[in-house]
């Protein structure tokens, strides 16, 4: 018999990460054929899954301190945005975002706008480790851009990226495969948070739908120790 066929055209760009979605997809179609009597057997289930290899280095603690150390050199405000993404896990475009009349009640609204998640952040949040507090880094930022309606004085997501590809460049650190970009702050910060304060909380401040989507930030990549 022919099987099911499917005029959906695969983005080649995205078919590893799509794959176990079509895999999924053509499991039904088959189940549903076997109990019609259609088919005898499902191929799609026996497919073996790709293989990905990650390219994209993870950021260390020390690393993002070290580049840090060049952003303030760098840009003033700069050095504040890699706090301000480092303490609340946010995307380059939500931090672009940002605005001062979003802080009421004690917290940081967000909405994100890559999941349109809603998100609450307490002022009082802190990375132990650095001593590091959302409320000493708004207060830093009111500083030098409280005249400006937004947080980081109206520097669009691009501009973000583009700093800190030049501050990593400048910092001489070497790392296999591609060079961590600014968004690997945001997993960094869950590494962080996740020792600090659980999954839980890190699974909410990402503002993820599912603890899986958590554990790929969570994952150092081989980078890390774990301590025991």
């Not at 917290?107 to 132990?128: D, H």
Request: glycine letters at 8%; aromatic letters at 8%.
């Amino acid at each position: 018999m022919g099987y099911p066929q499917t005029n959906r055209k695969i983005d080649t760009g995205k078919t590893l990460t799509r794959w176990p979605v079509f895999v999924d997809h053509f499991t039904d179609i088959f189940k549903t054929a076997i109990a019609s009597g259609l088919a005898e057997e499902d191929p799609a289930s026996a497919t073996r899954p790709f293989r990905t290899e990650v390219k994209r280095s993870r950021l260390l603690i020390d690393e993002y301190l070290l580049i840090r150390k060049i952003a303030d050199v760098q840009n003033e405000w700069f050095g504040l945005c890699m706090d301000l993404a480092l303490v609340t896990g946010q995307r380059e475009g939500d931090l672009a975002a940002m605005r001062w009349e979003d802080i009421r009640d004690g917290r940081l609204y967000v909405e994100q706008q890559k999941t349109g998640a809603k998100i609450r952040i307490s002022l009082p949040t802190t990375i132990s480790r650095l001593n590091l507090t959302l409320t000493d880094v708004l207060d830093n930022l009111k500083k030098i851009n409280g005249k400006n309606e937004k947080l980081l004085g109206g520097k669009t997501a691009r501009t973000i990226a583009a700093q800190f590809r030049i501050a990593r460049d400048t910092s001489g650190l070497k790392w296999e495969g591609d060079p961590p970009p600014f968004h690997e702050i945001r997993s960094l910060s869950g590494r962080l948070h996740s020792a600090e304060k659980g999954s839980d909380f890190t699974q909410a401040l990402l503002g993820h739908r599912s603890s899986s989507m958590t554990d790929k930030y969570r994952d150092g990549r081989g980078r890390e120790w774990k301590d025991i």
